[in-house]
């Protein structure tokens, strides 16, 4: 059995910062990590291995840096890693990201399961894993939060969204998308560590998926939307105030602020 894993590196949300004269995120503030998610889409991955033997290859598309990213895969137990890389893949929306993905997946042949995380935490579109499915033609079963039982022909899985729990069975090949709640990722070994230091990860580039796409399915070209602006709303301080003395003085006091607010609707 083999499983591809979705991995994209993304800038640590806590301290990265926006630039907002261009509008954009300024992804030199801050280190990078695995996208939170496609941690538990790994672990995931993971657990399938020791149960059944599986072979886990973490792929990613991104700028060069997200090698360190597919290396951290290795460490946390994928086999191998394969970057898509190439300043054509620059830009991509997720059209162009799925597009290149899905080619990426179609390159590397047989397969058997695709896990990716729910949603990034930079982009935060919940679109890619679907469309990937999409364009595979491949069913796919979003929001895991549970693995039931994995056959070699089928997957059963469980999610839990807004008008009730399902358990669902598909058949391979299929796509999972995961939520943070199917496990606890866990950490590197050492063993692994070492494994990753010496892995070679190979990079891909449009030339190498030029039978699944071309340069008019991928990066900014294969695009069908546009960021115009990005916004960063200004932080609201908090206000806070204290009534020490005559008590009916303070709540009518009180009472007028959420009124103002439109909190309280006094008649
Ligand atoms: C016009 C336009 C230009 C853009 N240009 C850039 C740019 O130059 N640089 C940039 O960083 N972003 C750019 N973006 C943002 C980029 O399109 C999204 O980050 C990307 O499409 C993935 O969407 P998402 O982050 O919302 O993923 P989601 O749909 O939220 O991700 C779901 C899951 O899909 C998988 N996944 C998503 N992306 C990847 C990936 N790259 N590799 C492997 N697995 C993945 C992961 O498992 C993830 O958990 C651009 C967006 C637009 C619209």
Redesign the pocket.
């Known amino acids: 059995m083999k499983i591809v894993?979705?991995?994209?590196?993304?800038p640590d949300m806590e301290k990265v910062k926006f630039d907002r004269e261009k509008g954009v995120?300024d992804?030199k503030s801050a280190g990078t990590e695995i996208?939170p998610?496609?941690l538990n889409?790994l672990e995931a991955a993971v657990a399938i291995k020791e149960e059944t033997g599986a072979q886990v290859v973490a792929?990613?598309?991104?700028?060069p840096s997200?090698e360190t990213a597919l290396k951290e895969a290795i460490a946390r137990g994928a086999d191998e890693g394969i970057l898509?890389s190439d300043r054509k893949f620059?830009?991509?929306?997720?059209?162009?990201?799925?597009n290149?993905?899905a080619a990426g997946i179609k390159e590397i042949g047989e397969y058997d399961l695709v896990?990716?995380?729910?949603?990034?935490v930079?982009?935060?579109?919940?679109?890619?894993?679907?469309?990937?499915a999409e364009i595979l033609d491949i069913p796919h079963i979003c929001f895991v939060e549970k693995i039931e039982e994995v056959t070699d022909k089928d997957i059963t899985a469980v999610t839990d969204i807004w008008d009730g729990v399902y358990v669902k069975k598909m058949q391979f090949p299929g796509l999972l998308?995961v939520t943070k709640d199917i496990n606890n990722p866990r950490l590197p070994s050492f063993k692994n560590k070492m494994k990753a230091r010496k892995a070679e990860i190979p990079v891909w580039g449009l030339d190498k998926m030029s039978a699944h796409i071309d340069e008019t399915g991928a990066g900014?070209k294969g695009?069908a939307?546009?960021?115009k602006k990005i916004e960063v709303p200004e932080a609201v301080r908090r206000e806070g105030k204290m009534w020490r003395e005559d008590i009916n003085s303070a709540l009518d006091e009180f009472t007028d602020i959420l009124k103002n607010k439109k909190i309280l609707e006094v008649k």
């Open positions: 894993v979705l991995i994209k590196q993304v995120v992804r996208n998610f496609d889409a792929l990613s598309m991104g700028p997200a898509l620059g830009g991509a929306d997720v059209k162009a990201t799925a290149t993905l896990l990716a995380g729910m949603q990034t930079d982009g935060d579109t919940g679109q890619v894993g679907s469309e990937v998308t900014l695009s939307t546009m960021v």
